[in-house]
């Protein structure tokens, strides 16, 4: 036997990895949250596999599934919504089975937040602006370290992005209100990915409103920060002026020292000899 514990993305089966959607179609048993997984990614599983919705299960009977088949030669994908690393709650899963001698691998999957980014076409760190992101929550039945308290990590100004938290939007607005001030802008996004996904922008001072006008209270996410004012420096990156390993830097005329092209066949890349790759 063998678990995968596969991220399932935020909820769009196409943004799911090559790699997930492999084993899930090979998987004998699927252990799923119903609560956050989208029904068309487990219909990817095999017609005979053994479903389970692990929203109504606790961890004994989840490790009890996996203690089952410990002596089988049975795939069990065990998915958790966006990437596994962040609020999945796979350590004490994945120690369960070091313990247990059983084999495992984690596959990673897009978070919520990239998803998020990607939906709002806002780039998370920009020049000049932040070069920070702090994925956080407010505490709630799981307790934050003092030490990461909301109130603390706002002081940075870095752009913030608070899962698990909306339903209490007011608490997150109070902690956050003094270092950002009242005119720095708010996103909130709900079900990113899926056909119900619903945005809304505003700023500290009136995204409460906003989000209670909506009803958004569950699976949504709240990105704050000065990033979303568009008032940043080019990146250094590609700028002319600006040469690294792969790229010359332009003369004080404004030409390359010799003809580059960033482009080449397929074929080039696939038939150069190893190690010689133009890219
Ligand atoms: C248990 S955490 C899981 C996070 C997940 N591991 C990830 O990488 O996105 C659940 C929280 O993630 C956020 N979330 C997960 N899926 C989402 C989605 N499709 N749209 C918006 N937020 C989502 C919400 O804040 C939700 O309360």
Not at 59 to 78: N, Q, T, W, Y
Not at 171 to 177: A, F, G, L, Q, R
Not at 178 to 185: E, F, M, Q, V
């Amino acid at each position: 036997m063998k678990v995968y514990f596969i991220g399932a993305g935020p909820g769009d089966p196409e943004l799911l990895t090559i790699k997930a959607k492999k084993i899930i179609e090979k998987a004998d048993i699927v252990i799923y949250a119903g609560s956050l997984i989208n029904k068309d990614i487990i219909k990817l599983a095999k017609k005979d596999a053994r479903l389970y919705d692990s929203s109504s299960m606790n961890l004994d009977e989840v490790l009890g599934v996996f203690k089952e088949h410990k002596h089988s030669d049975k795939i069990i994908a065990r998915m958790h919504s966006g990437d596994p690393s962040i609020y999945g709650a796979i350590q004490e899963q994945m120690d369960w089975c070091e313990k247990e001698r059983i084999a495992y691998e984690v596959i990673p999957g897009v978070s919520s937040f990239q998803a998020a980014s990607a939906s709002l076409r806002q780039e998370l760190v920009l020049p000049g602006v932040s070069q920070t992101v702090i994925l956080t929550r407010i505490s709630g039945r799981t307790k934050v370290p003092v030490k990461e308290d909301l109130a603390r990590l706002a002081r940075i100004r870095a752009t913030l992005v608070i899962f698990l938290s909306i339903d209490r939007i007011e608490d997150v607005v109070k902690k956050i209100k003094k270092s950002y001030g009242l005119n720095t802008p708010v996103a909130v996004i709900e079900k990113v990915s899926l056909p119900q996904e619903r945005k809304i922008t505003g700023t500290v001072r009136d995204i409460v409103k906003k989000v209670k006008m909506a009803g958004i209270n569950r699976q949504a996410l709240i990105i704050i920060g000065d990033v979303f004012k568009k008032n940043y420096q080019k990146s250094k990156l590609y700028a002319k002026d600006f040469g690294h390993m792969f790229r010359k830097r332009a003369n004080s005329r404004g030409h390359f020292p010799s003809a580059q092209k960033g482009t080449f066949s397929v074929r080039a890349i696939r038939e150069h000899p190893k190690g010689k790759c133009p890219l």
